[in-house]
Nanobody, 116 residues
Framework: QVQLAESGGGLVQAGESRRLSCEASGIGSINRMGWYRQAPGKQRELVAT??????VYADSVKGRFTISRDRAKNTVYLQMNSLKPEDTAVYYC????????????WGKGTLVTVSS
């Protein structure tokens, strides 16, 4: 059974930093890991993803957020700097493997609240 365990959410002040972590278990070879978020009343959106070392970021977080992976630990991190109130959302970890087609797995989410 694949499980993604996120940690690191919480309440922060605008301008501060926070690091999210997500460890995957029960999955063999992970081809892609990343983070999505969903703000109240909005659709889930991509924040950052890492595909074999190639990283993609949402325009809204470029220059402030950094994604990194520890492949030996099946763990992905999201370092979030200069947080803004509009970054407030539930952040979801995503892992995917490619077995002919992509199979996506999701964590339960961790809430990040940025106060002004």
């Amino acid at each position: 059974q694949v499980q993604l365990a996120e940690s690191g959410g919480g309440l922060v002040q605008a301008g501060e930093s926070r690091r999210l972590s997500c460890e995957a278990s029960g999955i063999g070879s992970i081809n892609r890991m990343g983070w999505y978020r969903q703000a109240p009343g909005k659709q889930r959106e991509l924040v950052a993803t890492d595909l074999g070392g190639i990283t993609v970021y949402a325009d809204s977080v470029k220059g402030r957020f950094t994604i990194s992976r520890d492949r030996a630990k099946n763990t992905v991190y999201l370092q979030m700097n200069s947080l803004k109130p509009e970054d407030t959302a539930v952040y979801y970890c995503n892992a995917a493997d490619l077995r002919g087609t992509w199979r996506d797995y999701w964590g339960k989410g961790t809430l990040v609240t940025v106060s002004s």
